[in-house]
C-alpha cells in the first residue's frame, strides 16, 4: 500500500525568504509520479511540479524546486522568495500503480507567507 | 493546457433530495476522471474512480447506491449524491490525467454541497 506522508500541519515564513515543505512517501514500485499541488481558499487544486521516479535530476519550475531524494523517499517542495500569495495550503501526491492511476494525496501543509 | 470544467460551484439542497455534479474535460479526452471529497481542514479523500463505458470503482467505505457515478463519453462524467442528508455537505472535486503524466492531473474547481 502507498502512503504519503507530510509532517508538518503548519509552516511559517517571511516573505521573499525560502521554505521547504516536507514529503516522504512509501511504496513498492519502481515507477511512479509525485506531484505538489497547492490549494488556496477558494479551493481549487493548483499544479506546481513534478517528479518522475526515473527523472535523474531535480524538477523546477520557477520560484517551485523538488528536492527528490529516492533513497530516502523523500520530495520535499522548496519555494524561493516567497510571496504573500504562497499562504495556502500545499498537497504532496503520488500517483498510484496497480493500473488505477488514480492520486494518492498527503494531509497537507498549511504555509503561511508573513510580510 | 488540459482543462477539467466543474459545476456547479455551490448547491445547498434540502435533506433528501439528489444532486448531480458534472465535470468536463474541455480540450483533451478523459477515459478516467477521479472524484475526491474533501471535509474542512482535510486532505483530499478519493471516492471512486469513473471509467468511460464501464462501471466505476469505488474506494472502499465509499456507498455506491448513494454517490452514483456515470461517465457517458469521453468528456463527461457525473456524481449524482442521492438522498442527500446534511453530513453529506462537503467540497466535491473532480479530476482527470492529461495525456502526459508530467503535466499534472488536472482539477476542476470544485463543487461546494450544502444540504439542510
Known amino acids: 500500500a502507498q502512503k504519503i506522508t507530510q509532517t508538518q500541519p503548519g509552516m511559517f515564513v517571511q516573505e521573499k525568504e525560502a521554505v521547504t515543505l516536507d514529503c516522504t512517501y512509501d511504496?513498492?514500485?519502481?515507477?511512479?509520479?509525485l506531484f505538489w499541488y497547492k490549494q488556496p481558499s477558494s479551493g481549487e487544486m493548483i499544479f506546481l511540479i513534478y517528479?518522475?521516479?526515473?527523472?535523474?535530476q531535480n524538477a523546477t519550475e520557477g520560484r517551485y524546486s523538488l528536492n527528490f531524494q529516492k533513497a530516502r523517499k523523500s520530495a520535499n517542495l522548496v519555494i524561493s522568495a516567497s510571496q504573500l500569495g504562497d499562504s495556502a495550503m500545499y498537497f504532496c501526491?503520488?500517483?498510484?500503480?496497480?493500473?488505477?492511476?488514480?492520486?494518492?494525496f498527503g494531509k497537507g501543509t498549511k504555509l503561511t507567507v508573513n510580510p | 493546457g488540459a482543462v477539467v470544467s466543474q459545476h456547479p460551484s455551490r448547491v445547498i439542497c434540502k435533506s433528501g433530495t439528489s444532486v448531480k455534479i458534472e465535470c468536463r474535460s474541455l480540450?483533451?479526452?478523459?477515459?478516467?476522471m477521479f472524484w475526491y471529497r474533501q471535509f474542512p481542514k482535510q486532505s483530499l479523500m478519493l471516492m471512486a474512480t469513473?471509467?468511460?463505458?464501464?462501471?466505476?470503482?469505488?474506494e472502499q467505505g465509499v456507498e455506491k447506491d448513494k454517490f452514483l457515478i456515470n461517465h457517458a463519453s469521453l468528456t463527461l462524467s457525473t456524481l449524482t449524491v442521492t438522498s442527500a442528508h446534511p453530513e453529506d455537505s462537503s467540497f466535491y472535486i473532480c479530476?482527470?490525467?492529461?495525456?502526459?503524466?508530467?503535466?499534472?492531473?488536472?482539477f476542476g474547481s470544485g463543487t461546494r454541497l450544502t444540504v439542510v
Open positions: 517528479q518522475g521516479s526515473y527523472d535523474e
Open positions: 479530476s482527470a490525467r492529461p495525456p502526459a503524466e508530467a503535466e499534472g492531473y488536472t
Open positions: 511504496t513498492s514500485d519502481q515507477s511512479y509520479g
Open positions: 501526491a503520488m500517483r498510484d500503480q496497480g493500473g488505477s492511476e488514480k492520486l494518492v
Open positions: 480540450d483533451f479526452q478523459a477515459t478516467t
Open positions: 469513473s471509467n468511460e463505458g464501464s462501471k466505476a470503482t469505488y
